[in-house]
């Protein structure tokens, strides 16, 4: 390779925006573009002629699953090696592409682009932590419509909570009720006989469970502390002791076991209070809470608004939080309104009475609306309505989504769709002859 080449390679690397060099077979640095300033903090010229391996990653030879020993061996391109490098706690995508071009030592000439895709690992990874949160609260949940004894429900939670892969936790853990002044033993996984004798009752204020009652907040030891009440043969341990908290006060607490040493995390902490709700609900229903409520709980979990109106007079009965929410109102407002005020497609009484009768007709139909917030705007919802006969009166069971999101992408690939179709006709028309 000729210096005036290497000049024009240099020229072309520098203009992108991650490091880029070109190396050797013998992992010797032969380019390397301006970027390199910024990750490595050295000129591209001083580290030009030297080994890779020593002067990007601190080692005597190439590191295991080096893609440039990879694409030798293999003698094709190898693209987008993900890897992490310690030093800086970052993610980067390396990729090794073949040239036909030789050093002036014969040797073959290979380009290295390395990206930072930290950022982009770290959405990844949010988004599937977040996917995972949902999957266990919607299995909870799932546990909590079950129509079993309570011990059992607490059981199938506890198990639920134990198997998620991110939450660093021994398999123990136990659920406490509020009896009187102390906290009842109700249901355990993996505790021994002399745990369970030991925790059988705990008065308020004794050991994290009982602090976790008094206080009203999460009670979290990372190692065996002075709260902790000792007993023979206790392993070193942690805990997160989450309170049960209702409308009438803390009636429980969910004791989680850590390995001794846990870090505390705050989305850790998020979680088990979501845990901690629906937990609640379940307790709250197997001691006769009304079923409309842990319903209602349910309902206003929701991403989707879901209302049910009066047949005859258009009002609304009832809906979930998402609906009054979503739509500026506070739930007793919305009680007062009819469906003509929030709804562009029916827009007086004549069109609800059209409306509900059509729906009485079919059972159930779908289609597309604009619903109009408190403050006079709107968004596109798809809806279902659902006719429901009881006794002698007639309701209508809705559910909305904000199909925002959808109409804003299929106006991207119309206007995409449509600049192509004028390029298209330009390129006809300029080959049309005159």
Known sequence: MQETDLTTARALLDTLPFYAMLVDSDHHIVVANKAVLGKLGREPSAIEGTYCPLTVHGLDQPFPGCPLEESIARGCTVAD???????????????IYPTEYRT????QIFIHLVRDITAARRSEESLQH????Q?????LLRISLLDVPLHDQLRLLLNEIQSVPWLTLQS???VFLVEGDALTLKAHNGLTELVVAGCARVPLGQCHCGAAAESGLIQFAD???????PYEGMLPHGHYCVPLRSSNGIIGVLCLYLPDGHERREGEEDFLKSVAGILTGIVEKAQGAEKTRLLRELLDHSNEAIFVIDAASGRFVDANKHTWSSLGYDLEELLNLSMPTISAAIQDDAAWSAASAQTRELGHITGEDDHRRKDGTTFPVEVDVVSVDRGDSQYILGIARDITERKNAEGRVTDTLTKLKRSLDGIIQAWRPL
Do not use: I, P
């Open 135 to 139: 999957e266990v609260l919607a299995s």
């Open 223 to 229: 190692h065996l502390d002075e709260r902790h009440t």
């Open 81 to 95: 090696t993900e890897m992490f490098d310690e030093r800086y706690g970052l993610w980067f995508a390396s990729s």
């Open 104 to 107: 002036s030592k014969d040797r």
């Open 172 to 174: 123990k853990g136990a």
């Open 130 to 133: 977040n996917l995972q949160v």
